[in-house]
């Protein structure tokens, strides 16, 4: 897919704007707080339905002193076929539609992948597990849908679990909710299990491109790998039961599993630096754009921010050029003006000052 127009009503620190984006690469320039992750942040917002900032706060996102926002986005699918995407906020209720058809985020996120990084993205590897598995999450229900479903209906079954837990832990109770819980808990980690396996080889491959001198860092799933079915899902469940009990929650299955980062056995957090963490979950991204091609057959829209920040200039190299392989439409920003000089040929380039975007002549 590939995003054709881009239109803001007061969003952020953009009161009116209409941006008709090149087909491939969009190279946006601008000084600190101009506007260049607010512009992200929109195509974030319509695709993902939630903020990367704010998640899902969405009255930080309305222009101060506004009473509402309007996100709305020209796209291309892959087919060919247009669609007009709007999302409308006004304070207090959000409404999605596409050619004006109220649609579900569900309905709306089939097909439509985004790959977003910046360098708080950097962090991937060091935060806690949930926000690994949070963005896995995502980018399993981009690919599929039938999976955001799933998703839900086992935190909310989870939710019920701990609060019964919580409330005494009986037995009885505990193990009639197991009946749904185990399935569920065994499909989610079947499902993120198999998806890490198919990213894994792409991780790998981008991570040699830009990081060859370097011991080669590996992806796997680092779930219960002896859970085979619901059944031994429920029996783990159950033999976890007595500290379930004691500490009023879920201790095993999907809500503990984790992406682990490896150099052989080793856990690569423990070695990392700064940057090549922030490289590492970088390649976690270019791996799913990369998966999108081969295997699904679709085009991700990819939304680099800052992309020059904390790397050296051998590495932003490999990075540039592993992002201008995969030749998607892309927006990359950066504070950078030598970043246009270097590396604008074939891109299309723009200013951002106070939330207006012109356009750069190189
Ligand atoms: N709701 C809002 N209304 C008006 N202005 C806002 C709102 N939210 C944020 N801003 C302003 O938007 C400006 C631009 O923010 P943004 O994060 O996009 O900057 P940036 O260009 O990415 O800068 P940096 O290079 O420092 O990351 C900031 O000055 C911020 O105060
Ligand atoms: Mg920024």
């Known amino acids: 897919m590939r995003i054709l127009q881009l239109s803001l009503i007061s969003f952020r620190n953009i009161t009116r704007m209409k941006w008709e984006l090149g087909s491939g690469r969009n190279i946006i320039v601008g000084d600190n707080g101009q506007g260049k992750t607010n512009l992200l942040e929109a195509i974030h917002t319509v695709f993902h339905l939630r903020s990367m900032r704010t998640s899902n706060d969405f009255k930080p996102l309305i222009h101060r002193g506004s009473q509402f926002f309007n996100i709305r986005c020209l796209l291309e699918e892959d087919n060919g076929k247009k669609a007009d995407i709007l999302l409308a906020y ?31 993205q950097a962090s991937l590897l060091a935060e806690s597990p949930e926000m690994r598995r949070r963005l896995t999450d995502r980018f399993i229900f981009s690919l599929y849908p039938e999976y955001y479903d799933l998703l839900n209906e086992f935190k909310l079954t989870m939710r019920k679990r701990n609060v019964i837990l919580k409330t005494g832990g009986d037995l009885k ?66 033999a976890n039961i007595e500290t379930d009990r004691r500490t009023g929650r879920t201790g095993v299955g999907p809500n503990v599993e984790d992406i682990l980062f490896r150099f052989g056995n080793e856990l690569s957090r423990h070695y990392l630096s700064h940057g090549e963490r922030k490289i590492a979950s970088f390649c976690f991204n270019l791996a799913f754009a990369e998966l999108c091609r081969t295997k699904e057959n679709i085009k991700p829209v990819m939304l680099i921010d800052d992309i020059s920040s904390e790397l050296d200039s051998v590495t932003l190299s490999k990075t540039v050029r592993s992002v201008y392989e995969m030749d998607f439409q892309t927006i990359i920003t950066t504070i950078d003006r030598s970043f246009l000089e270097q590396w604008s040929a074939g891109s299309d380039c723009w200013r951002i000052d106070s939330g207006t975007l012109t356009t750069v002549d190189i």
């Open 173 to 238: 109770l505990v193990s009639a909710i197991d009946a749904s819980f185990a399935p569920l808990a065994y499909r989610v980690s079947r499902l993120r299990r198999e998806f890490i396996n198919k990213l894994a080889p792409h991780f790998r491959s981008q991570w040699i491109k830009i990081k060859p001198e370097l011991e080669v860092l590996d992806i796997s799933y680092g779930g219960q790998g002896d859970v085979s079915s619901s059944r031994q899902m429920a029996d783990l469940l159950m």
């Open 90 to 120: 006004d304070g207090s209720r959000r409404k999605l539609t596409v050619d004006r058809n109220a649609v579900s985020p569900r309905d709306f996120m089939r097909n439509h992948p985004l790959v977003f990084f910046s360098p708080d």
